[in-house]
C-alpha cells in the first residue's frame, strides 16, 4: 500500500525559511512526477510545484517562483519542498502528492498534510 | 491559466438521494489525440487529506464506490452520486490536469 509520510513544518517569521519533506513507501519516486499541493485556513486546493520522475524538470506556480525549490533524494526515497523567504500568504497545510496519468497528472496518492504558519 | 468553477458551493441532499455536483472549465480540457478529458474528482472530509474519486473524467479510482461517477466533456463535468451515505459528507474538488499550472474548482460542500 502507497504511503507518503510527510515532516518538517511549523511556525515561523515572515522572511525566513522551512523545508518540508515526504518520504514515501512501498513505490519509487523515480517511476511517477510529484507534486506539492497546499491548503490555506478554510480555503481550496492550490498546486504549488511539480518535478518530473526522472527529477530533470521542475514546475512552480507563479506566486513561489524563485522562491520555492522541489527537489528529491532517490536515495532516501523523499521528496523536498525548500521555502525561502517566505510570505504570511504562504499560510497553508502543505500536502505532497504523488501524479499519475502524465508529466502533472491526477494525484492519486496524497500525504497527511504538514501545517506551515508564516507569522511575525 | 484554466480556471475552473463548481456549482454550487454547497449542497444538502437527504440520505438515499443523489446528489449531483457541476464543473465548468474556462476552456476545453479534451485532448483531441487521445479522446481524453484531463479532469478529475476529488474528495476531501474534514481533518484530512483529498482522495481521488475519479479520474479522466469518469473512470472510477480502485476502492471507489460505485454510488460515486463522473461525466461530461470538454468544458462541462458532472460528479454524481447516486444515493447518498452518511460518510459521503465531505467537500468535493474537480482539478484540471490538461494544462499547466494545473488548477482546482473552489470546491463544493456536501452535507446532509
Known amino acids: 500500500q502507497v504511503h507518503m509520510m510527510q515532516s518538517g513544518g511549523g511556525v515561523v517569521q515572515p522572511g525566513r525559511s522551512l523545508r518540508l519533506s515526504c518520504t514515501a513507501s512501498?513505490?519509487?519516486?523515480?517511476?511517477?512526477?510529484m507534486e506539492w499541493v497546499r491548503q490555506a485556513p478554510g480555503k481550496g486546493l492550490q498546486w504549488v510545484a511539480t518535478?518530473?520522475?526522472?527529477?530533470?524538470?521542475?514546475y512552480y506556480a507563479d506566486s513561489v517562483k524563485g522562491r520555492f525549490t522541489i527537489s528529491r533524494d532517490s536515495s532516501k526515497n523523499t521528496l523536498y519542498l525548500q521555502m525561502n523567504n517566505l510570505r504570511v500568504e504562504d499560510t497553508a497545510v502543505y500536502y505532497c502528492?504523488?501524479?499519475?496519468?502524465?508529466?502533472?497528472?491526477?494525484?492519486?496518492?496524497w500525504g497527511q498534510g504538514t501545517r506551515v504558519t508564516v507569522s511575525s | 491559466d484554466i480556471v475552473m468553477t463548481q456549482s454550487p458551493d454547497s449542497l444538502s441532499v437527504s440520505l438515499g438521494e443523489r446528489a449531483t455536483v457541476s464543473c465548468k472549465s474556462s476552456?476545453?480540457?479534451?485532448?483531441?489525440?487521445?479522446?481524453?478529458?484531463?479532469l478529475a474528482w476529488y474528495q476531501q472530509k474534514s481533518g484530512q487529506p483529498p482522495k481521488l474519486l475519479i479520474y479522466w473524467a469518469s473512470t472510477r479510482e480502485s476502492g471507489v464506490p460505485d454510488r460515486f461517477s463522473g461525466s461530461g466533456s470538454e468544458t462541462d463535468f458532472t460528479l454524481t452520486v447516486s444515493s447518498l451515505q452518511a460518510e459521503d459528507v465531505a467537500t468535493y474538488y474537480c482539478?484540471?490536469?490538461?494544462?499547466?499550472?494545473?488548477?482546482f474548482g473552489q470546491g463544493t460542500r456536501l452535507e446532509i
Open positions: 482539478h484540471q490536469y490538461y494544462s499547466s499550472p494545473p488548477t
Open positions: 518535478i518530473s520522475s526522472d527529477g530533470s524538470r521542475d
Open positions: 502528492a504523488r501524479s499519475d496519468g502524465g508529466g502533472q497528472g491526477y494525484n492519486d496518492y
Open positions: 476552456q476545453s480540457v479534451l485532448f483531441t489525440s487521445n479522446n481524453k478529458n484531463y
Open positions: 512501498d513505490f519509487s519516486l523515480g517511476v511517477k512526477s
